[in-house]
């Protein structure tokens, strides 16, 4: 009975490594090797580390990454701020059918492909556009203004983008949350931000910690909206790393770059983790 | 039983996708293959097309990473052939006896060989060229007739060029320098991007945005949002149909030409039809409906007696003799300096 | 003596619906207040609306003579015991019970010695470092309640909180609460559908229904003289018969269905004819009794015995199939009863009390 159970487990679970060993572990040794390749002033390939020496020597490359790590961090906290309410809403105070609309709105815009979406926010934006054509209008501008390619618009882009991943781990732990131990505190002279900060935050913490992983993660690696709405400053990481790979021919730097993004993010989410006092486990569950 | 059946049924799968139609993958740039065409070719030959889009990075790119296979069929440009060819060896030799030369202008066919020969074969053979300069609005930039327009404070704002490695070549001779010339001197080559990227910088205030898809840039002059731009002739052109203020102009130093070719990736598996897919898109009455709809002039001989009237008019409006004399031709590019390059354009776009 | 809080014609309404129809009642400061009633007559509701989380239709709500109308729950002197307590799980006991203080932004030295000294009022000494999972039912109870009483309120809300204990807890908290609320003295306002947890801790019981007080009145009082028929069936026990008035005077002659003539007494006397229910207590029955005069007397035939120790009953049926309640004294008397036994029965007419149907 054992040896079956056995059997049987390792035969399910055998695709699954499978899978796993052949998309995700080889084509990662393979970039690995690719990242410590490089030519000599001969024009020969050779071992050597001066792929990731560049990103340290060259101002540019951590310059880009420190940007994008921060930009990623400020539109995590702007997501949260703007997705706590929202899902507050949704939770505790819609009614049950306003609040599988509201689900379904929030849904809505994930049914097109991002760069429609960042398309749609350029045509909103644009100094011939829509916002402008009204404001025109109404006379509340003389000369139509220029709303595109700067960071606010960016990060406005990316929280726009990023939106549902921290309001649907945030619903999830609302659920949970008994309305009577928000009636309790606000009983025991709690003011509203008060019973924000000492109840609802703390009992959502796993919630959003998942969700600000997921945030950070996918403004990290966003690559369409900085580009397209960012316009003429907003060098973003993966931007670099596509430019190495396709522009440059600079397989191995791009690797490298590759490499870097992975490994620094990940300390950043490890730092933002000690400071919460999380677990990964935990969060995970 | 079960079993047997089972295994003949999936047999019977395989071999009707074996025997399914041949196929030609093409690997192109968005409307070198119009779909009028494609059905033309399907339906002479019985060969079905399909067509992946793309641009010339991202084709050697895809090329490489599979080192020649995937596609039967690539349209670089000509200058990028014969570096990527030495270092990754991505295609095959052209087989000149299989490509009907009558069709070809002679002295295109002849420079796309001489400048894609690798170690004694060539690799590509020449489809169709055109030229980047500028668009400009003469309404609101009526003076904008050089590179330096892309400088000029006085278009503050109302600016637009893609951060690629044209713009630099534009730059380096909208600051007087020969950039081709300097492509064998790499340290010169050097000094030039440094002073270029210094320039860029300085004017990064002046330059609305970095454009990167060709609609939108059109979009951009339409709109009068943006007054000069550093684009291709033939969207100029387009723009000219809609607004006669809005025209290609080749700048005085000389517009930038390029030649967009067939070349074959190294792994090819269908070779013959790539062959008769080149033919017959240099048929002249083909490269005329191409050129019709795309603007954009082939190497075809005697494809213009084919040319509706009007894009003719586009071309002898803005390429009079003496403009097409000054177009400056790209070389082959060396390898060095796409690295230097890509490092340069990254500084460009990270300087506040 | 001072009214710590006064109702005054209190209504809410939903829709249609009137959930709390023209409440008016007083406690007065230091008592032991229940309100007691079936779910859904309304008195959470009215809790509710004492406690800031709802708002009346009509009416006034005050407190300490300060109107509460407008007044969020934050800033009413008020506390609520939640029905599931509501103790905050991300904290401590100390934490718990310090989160009302901090937010009146008290001193930290001086929130530390009245969480000791109201933990040691509950009898938890030395439990602030306890996490809450780590507490018993009956101690979770408690805690619950220290967090409210160490904001001295004037009025302390409890809305049923021994409901979610077992019953060997529940009887054992019952007496302490009464003794706490005695040793403190604050007000008392207790929610509950459990007649038995209302008649032993209050002071004053209101008996509601379908949105109205029926009753108010001292446990004792709304045992013996219940002033409806719904407070005769819902607080203790009762044997029910219908039947028909047919003689009237100072005492009333009731006709049972079982064609029985039963002399008993009313709080208004009805006319011959009129419709009546006649309620008598269980303990009211006297079995086999050995002078019969003035009494009505009937026999019946012995169902089953009830045994609860000092609590044990007898199930007896009438020949008309009519089942009634009868309590066994305990002295051991009626030991030789057995089921299928007939006894006769008999009450004296004051015992008994009619309400016209």
């Not at chain 1, 340290?56 to 930009?71: G, K, M, N, S």
């Not at chain 1, 190495?244 to 300390?267: H, P, Y």
């Not at chain 3, 409210?148 to 409890?158: I, K, N």
Request: aromatic letters at 10%; one cysteine or more.
């Amino acid at each position: 009975m054992k040896s079956g159970f056995r059997l049987s487990f390792w035969l399910f679970l055998a695709p699954v490594l499978l899978w796993l060993f052949l998309l995700i572990v080889l084509p990662h040794i393979d970039l690995l090797l690719l990242s410590f390749r490089g030519e000599n002033d001969m024009g020969d390939l050779v071992w050597t580390i001066d792929n990731y020496k560049n990103f340290f020597i060259e101002p540019i490359y951590w310059y880009t990454f420190v940007r994008t790590a921060l930009y990623a961090i400020v539109t995590t906290l702007c997501t949260f701020v703007l997705a706590l309410p929202v899902s507050f809403y949704i939770v505790k105070l819609a009614r049950p059918r306003t609040r599988g609309f509201l689900t379904v709105l929030l849904l809505l815009p994930f049914w097109v492909s991002e760069l429609v979406r960042v398309y749609g926010w350029m045509i909103l934006l644009r100094e011939s556009g829509v916002l402008n054509y009204f404001l025109l209008k109404t006379g509340l501008v003389q000369q139509p203004v220029e709303m595109l390619y700067n960071d606010v618009t960016m990060i406005m882009g990316l929280v726009y983008t990023s939106m549902l991943f921290m309001v649907v781990p945030l619903i999830s732990a609302m659920e949970s949350l008994d309305d009577s131990l928000i009636e309790a505190a606000s009983d025991l002279e709690a003011s509203r931000f008060t019973i924000l900060r000492t109840i609802i935050i703390p009992h959502c913490k796993p919630g959003i910690t998942s969700g600000a992983i997921v945030v950070f993660m996918l403004a990290l690696g966003n690559y369409l909206t900085p580009n397209l709405m960012g316009g003429k400053n907003s060098l973003w990481f993966t931007e670099q790393i596509y430019n190495q790979f396709i522009a440059s021919f600079n397989w191995n730097q791009g690797a490298a770059f590759g490499f870097l993004l992975l490994v620094l993010s990940s300390c950043i989410i490890w730092v933002g983790l000690k400071l919460s006092r999380h677990r990964l486990g935990e969060v995970a569950a | 039983m079960k079993k047997i059946t089972l295994l003949t049924a999936a047999c019977c799968f395989f071999m009707a996708t074996a025997v399914q139609a041949e196929t030609l993958k093409i690997l192109t740039w968005k409307g070198y293959a119009p779909q009028v065409l494609i059905e033309k070719f399907e339906k002479d030959t019985g060969i079905k097309v399909e067509a992946t889009y793309s641009n010339n990075e991202e084709m050697i790119a895809k090329l490489r990473a599979t080192r020649g296979a995937g596609f039967d069929l690539a349209q670089p440009s000509q200058d990028r052939i014969s570096s990527v060819q030495e270092k990754y060896k991505i295609y095959q030799p052209v087989d000149y006896g299989k490509i009907d030369a009558k069709l070809f202008i002679p002295s295109m066919l002849d420079a796309v060989k001489a400048n894609t020969k690798v170690g004694g074969n060539s690799y590509a053979v020449p489809f169709c060229w055109g030229t980047s300069g500028l668009i400009v609005n003469s309404d609101k930039a009526a003076e904008a007739d050089d590179w330096n327009a892309l400088l000029d404070p006085q278009y503050k704002g109302r600016i637009s060029y893609r951060l690629k490695r044209p713009t630099l070549i534009a730059m380096g001779y909208a600051l007087g320098y020969d950039p081709f010339a300097l492509y064998s001197d790499a340290k010169g080559y050097k000094e030039m991007l440094d002073k270029v990227a210094e320039e860029m910088i300085r004017t990064k205030p002046l330059v609305k945005n970095y454009w990167a898809n060709g609609d939108a840039l059109l979009e951009s002059m339409r709109s009068g949002e943006v007054f000069v731009a550093m684009a291709w002739d033939n969207g100029g052109w387009k723009l000219h149909d809609e607004n006669k203020a809005i025209d290609f102009k080749a700048p005085e130093k000389g517009a930038l030409g390029w030649i967009d070719t067939f070349a074959i990736p190294a792994k090819a598996k269908n070779v013959d039809a790539a062959y008769k897919w080149i033919n017959f898109m240099m048929a002249p009455e083909n490269a005329a409906y191409f050129t019709s709809q795309e603007k954009v002039p082939t190497a075809s001989l005697g494809a213009n007696a084919h040319v509706s009237a009007e894009v003719r008019a586009n071309f002898d409006r803005s390429f009079p003799k003496e403009t097409i004399d000054n177009i400056k031709w790209y070389p082959p590019v060396p390898a060095k300096l796409e690295i230097m390059e890509g490092k340069i354009l990254d500084k460009i776009k990270a300087a506040k | 003596m001072a009214n710590d809080l006064s109702v005054g014609n209190l209504i809410r309404s939903f829709g249609d619906f009137t959930a709390v129809d023209n409440v008016s009642f007083d406690v007065p400061q230091g008592s032991f207040f229940s309100i007691l009633g079936p779910s859904g007559c309304g008195k959470t509701t009215l809790l509710r609306m004492i406690a800031g989380f709802d708002e009346p239709s009509s009416g006034t709500i005050t407190i300490r003579d300060q109107d509460m109308r407008g007044v969020p729950p934050n800033k009413r002197p008020v506390n609520l015991v939640f029905q599931h307590l509501a103790l905050f799980p991300m904290m401590n006991v100390a934490d718990n019970i310090a989160f009302g203080l901090k937010r009146r932004g008290m001193k930290s030295t001086e929130i530390v010695r009245r969480i000791e000294a109201i933990l040691e009022r509950v009898d938890l000494p030395g439990y602030g470092k306890k996490q809450i999972r780590q507490l018993s039912g009956g101690q979770k109870q408690r805690v619950a309640i220290a967090r409210c009483l160490v904001m001295e309120p004037s009025v302390l809300l409890l809305d049923e909180p021994l409901g979610a204990l077992d019953l060997k807890l529940r009887e054992q908290m019952k007496v302490e609460l009464k003794k706490l609320q005695a040793k403190v003295g604050t007000t008392f306002i207790y929610i509950t559908h459990d007649q038995s947890e209302a008649l032993v801790m209050s002071d004053h019981i209101a008996v509601m229904n379908e949105g109205r007080f029926e009753q108010v009145g001292s446990p004792r009082e709304l045992y013996s003289e219940p002033q409806t028929p719904f407070v005769a069936r819902f607080v203790g026990d009762n044997n029910v018969w219908s039947g028909e008035v047919v003689e009237s005077g100072e005492r009333l002659t009731v006709r049972t269905g079982e064609e029985l003539l039963f002399t008993t007494r009313s709080h208004k006397s009805y006319a011959k004819g009129s419709r009546v229910d006649l309620f008598l207590r269980p303990e009211a029955l006297r079995i086999e009794p050995t002078d019969t005069n003035d009494l009505n007397t009937f026999e019946v035939d012995v169902k089953t015995i009830l045994f609860d120790g000092a609590n044990s009953r007898l199930l007896t049926v009438m020949p008309g199939g009519h089942e009634l309640l009868v309590s066994l004294p305990q002295n051991r008397q009626f030991d030789h009863i057995r089921p299928g036994d007939r006894i006769l029965l008999g009450w004296h007419p004051d015992a008994g009390l009619c309400f016209k149907v």
